[in-house]
């Protein structure tokens, strides 16, 4: 099978600073694919190599089968992209824009705009400069949308989106991915990833350190839990909960007459819900994975190898 995007030995230098160092990327066909890493990591970067407007310093790239620097306006219609920094500033209504854009990007089947805006809850009436930042990214997605190109390449495409539209938009890729469509997105955000890829790449320094299917990089598998226990016996919570595997940096903390637990968690969260049910439990948050935690753990796994087969 032909990948939709192949990128090989991807090199990019700005100045004296390298923002990417040889990169290897492969899409294929019909998958979501989620590009992640915290910030300053090289995504934006590579997306944007991927629509011609940032030029490789060496390597190579392929879209859809041409190199995105030849392919001029016949490859960018077969393309949907929704860039990191979205500036829409203009006096027009977003209608007259989407309409402006549809001559570019080629046919919008009829009523196609006005569902997406429905669905996004836009109001496409009103000129794109007066719209929120969440708005101007909705009419942001919808210019990416609309003709329904063959390779979406999104770049943190849900950033000023409540949660509801988040959930919205991850629809709309599941449905774009389950017609055929290729998607390539970028996120800082692990869940988001996470809920909707089938493939991922972890970006660090410009380098992906981890990449595959989601369940095998087992990024979530580091949580934060803060309990707070009504118990006054801090040694046997110590005890039950230094036995859970998994469990590390366990701190148990008297306060009045409850217990504060805080612990980080790796791995299934069962056998630690199982151990609280013997306490009664006064307060309990997980927080969500951190991915610079996650990232970090995996970057310092792919140095540690490199400096071991040195
Ligand atoms: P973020 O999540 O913050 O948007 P990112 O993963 O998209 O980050 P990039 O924007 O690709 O990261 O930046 C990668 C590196 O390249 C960063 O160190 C950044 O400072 C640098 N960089 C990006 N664009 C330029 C530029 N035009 N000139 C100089 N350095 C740049």
Same mark, same amino acid.
């Given at each position: 099978?032909?990948?939709?995007?192949d990128i %090989?030995?991807? @090199?990019?230098?700005?100045g004296?600073q390298?923002a990417l160092h040889? &990169?290897?990327?492969?899409v294929?066909?019909?998958t979501?694919y989620?590009?992640?890493?915290?910030?300053?990591a090289?995504?934006t %970067?590579?997306?944007?190599t991927?629509?011609?407007?940032?030029? #490789?310093?060496?390597?190579?790239?392929r879209v859809l089968?041409e190199d995105?620097?030849r392919g001029g306006a016949? &490859?960018?219609?077969r393309?949907g992209?929704?860039?990191g920094e979205?500036r829409l500033?203009g006096?027009?209504?977003?209608h007259r824009?989407l309409?402006?854009y549809? @001559?570019v990007s080629?046919?919008?089947?009829?009523?196609t705009?006005?569902?997406?805006?429905?669905?996004?809850g836009v109001?496409?009436?009103r000129?794109?400069r007066s719209?929120?930042?969440?708005?101007?990214q909705?009419v942001?997605? +919808?210019?990416?949308?609309? @003709?329904?190109?063959?390779?979406?390449?999104?770049d943190e495409? %849900?950033s000023?989106?409540? #949660?509801?539209?988040q959930?919205?938009?991850?629809?709309?890729v599941?449905? /774009?991915?389950? /017609?055929?469509?290729t998607?390539?997105?970028?996120s800082h955000? =692990?869940s988001?990833?996470?809920q909707? /890829?089938?493939?991922?790449?972890? =970006?660090a320094n410009?380098r992906i350190?981890?990449?595959?299917?989601?369940a095998? &990089?087992?990024?979530g598998s580091v949580?934060?839990v803060?309990?707070?226990l009504e118990?006054t016996d /801090?040694a046997?919570?110590r005890?039950?909960?230094?036995?859970i595997t998994?469990?590390?940096a366990l701190e148990?903390?008297?306060?009045?007459s409850?217990?504060?637990?805080s612990a980080?968690?790796?791995g299934a +969260?069962?056998?630690l819900i199982?151990?609280?049910?013997?306490?009664?439990?006064h307060?309990l948050?997980i927080?969500e994975?951190?991915?610079?935690?996650?990232v970090?753990?995996?970057y310092?796994?792919t140095?540690a190898?490199?400096?071991g087969a040195?």
């Amino acid at each position: 099978m032909t990948s939709v995007i192949d990128i %090989t030995a991807l @090199h990019k230098r700005y100045g004296r600073q390298t923002a990417l160092h040889s &990169l290897d990327m492969q899409v294929q066909p019909g998958t979501i694919y989620g590009l992640i890493g915290p910030n300053g990591a090289g995504k934006t %970067t590579t997306l944007r190599t991927l629509v011609d407007v940032i030029r #490789p310093t060496s390597g190579s790239v392929r879209v859809l089968g041409e190199d995105p620097r030849r392919g001029g306006a016949t &490859l960018r219609r077969r393309i949907g992209y929704v860039p990191g920094e979205l500036r829409l500033e203009g006096r027009v209504t977003g209608h007259r824009m989407l309409d402006f854009y549809s @001559h570019v990007s080629g046919p919008v089947a009829r009523g196609t705009v006005d569902e997406l805006a429905d669905r996004l809850g836009v109001d496409l009436s009103r000129p794109v400069r007066s719209l929120s930042k969440g708005n101007k990214q909705k009419v942001g997605l +919808i210019q990416a949308f609309m @003709h329904r190109p063959e390779l979406l390449i999104l770049d943190e495409p %849900t950033s000023g989106l409540d #949660p509801l539209m988040q959930r919205e938009f991850q629809a709309m890729v599941r449905e /774009a991915r389950d /017609a055929g469509q290729t998607v390539l997105l970028s996120s800082h955000v =692990l869940s988001e990833i996470q809920q909707t /890829a089938d493939e991922v790449a972890v =970006l660090a320094n410009g380098r992906i350190v981890a990449q595959g299917d989601v369940a095998s &990089l087992r990024l979530g598998s580091v949580r934060r839990v803060r309990v707070e226990l009504e118990e006054t016996d /801090a040694a046997d919570v110590r005890r039950v909960f230094s036995e859970i595997t998994g469990v590390e940096a366990l701190e148990v903390a008297p306060l009045d007459s409850i217990l504060q637990l805080s612990a980080t968690m790796q791995g299934a +969260i069962d056998p630690l819900i199982k151990a609280l049910a013997r306490f009664t439990v006064h307060d309990l948050t997980i927080e969500e994975p951190d991915l610079e935690e996650s990232v970090l753990r995996l970057y310092g796994a792919t140095e540690a190898q490199e400096e071991g087969a040195r």
